[in-house]
């Protein structure tokens, strides 16, 4: 069965912490993805990668980074955490091969910036 | 640049009603794909449906069907005889190449 998971289900951190979300999947999926979702928005993309320490940013990338050393784990790293970055972070992977396979999604991680 | 509009924030039928969720999008690529995702309480997205600009065919499955019509740039997502366990939000996304834009999602409660 397919499976994405996520370090952890609710997370609070203080305004300035350095900030690491933690994603794995079991799948041998090439690509990987970290989204976060805010209410009216729907999910907005961060950054993907595509293959082992390569990353692209996605449409809002300011304020994180990524870092992608093995296959199957994709980490989000919020350099100084503020308030604004509280939301529902979500994590996804899927195969190589263009747009035609869809993403898996972990169970998200809900951050509190406090 | 890639847009997805979801014009209904929220839903509420009563259990057997047929419920119709809209999705317009807008994209210059000619080569593209179209999903929908659904989001029940527990979190986790799930993947319901894959079309690609070729194919407007219909499909159905099940209780789901969806509607795809190039012309009016619309993908739309019926569930036939509504349940509880279908009470979720419900994304449609576009990816011309391996980035979703998302939907800002419909909130989707049947009440029994």
């Known amino acids: 069965d397919v499976k994405v998971t996520q370090s952890s289900r609710y997370l609070v951190k203080r305004t300035g912490e350095k900030v690491f979300l933690e994603c794995v999947q079991d799948?041998?999926?090439?690509?990987m993805f970290w989204y976060r979702q805010d209410p009216g928005l729907g999910l907005r993309l961060i950054y993907f990668?595509?293959?082992?320490?390569?990353?692209e940013k996605g449409d809002i990338p300011e304020g994180y980074s990524v870092s992608r050393e093995k296959k199957e784990r994709f980490s989000l790293i919020l350099e100084s955490a503020s308030t604004n970055q509280t939301s529902m972070y979500l994590c996804?992977?899927?195969?190589?091969?263009?747009?035609?396979?869809?993403?898996?999604f972990g169970p998200g991680t809900r951050l509190t910036v406090t | 640049a890639q847009k997805v509009t979801q014009a209904q924030t929220e839903i509420s039928v009563v259990e057997k009603e047929d419920v119709t969720l809209d999705c317009v999008y807008e994209?210059?690529?000619?080569?593209?794909?179209l999903f929908w995702y659904k989001q029940p309480p527990s979190g986790e997205l799930v993947f319901l449906i894959r079309?690609?600009?070729?194919?407007?065919q219909n499909e159905i499955s099940g209780r789901y069907s969806w509607n795809f019509q190039k012309s009016t740039s619309s993908f739309n997502f019926t569930i036939t005889a509504s349940q509880v366990v279908d009470s979720a939000v419900y994304f449609c996304?576009?990816?011309?190449?391996?980035?979703?834009?998302f939907g800002a999602g419909t909130t989707v409660t049947v009440r029994a």
């Open positions: 996804a992977s899927s195969l190589m091969g263009g747009t035609h396979y869809e993403q898996y």
């Open positions: 799948m041998d999926h090439e690509n």
């Open positions: 990668s595509y293959d082992v320490k390569m990353k």
């Open positions: 994209t210059r690529d000619t080569t593209y794909y």
């Open positions: 079309r690609n600009s070729f194919d407007e």
């Open positions: 996304a576009l990816s011309p190449f391996l980035k979703l834009s």
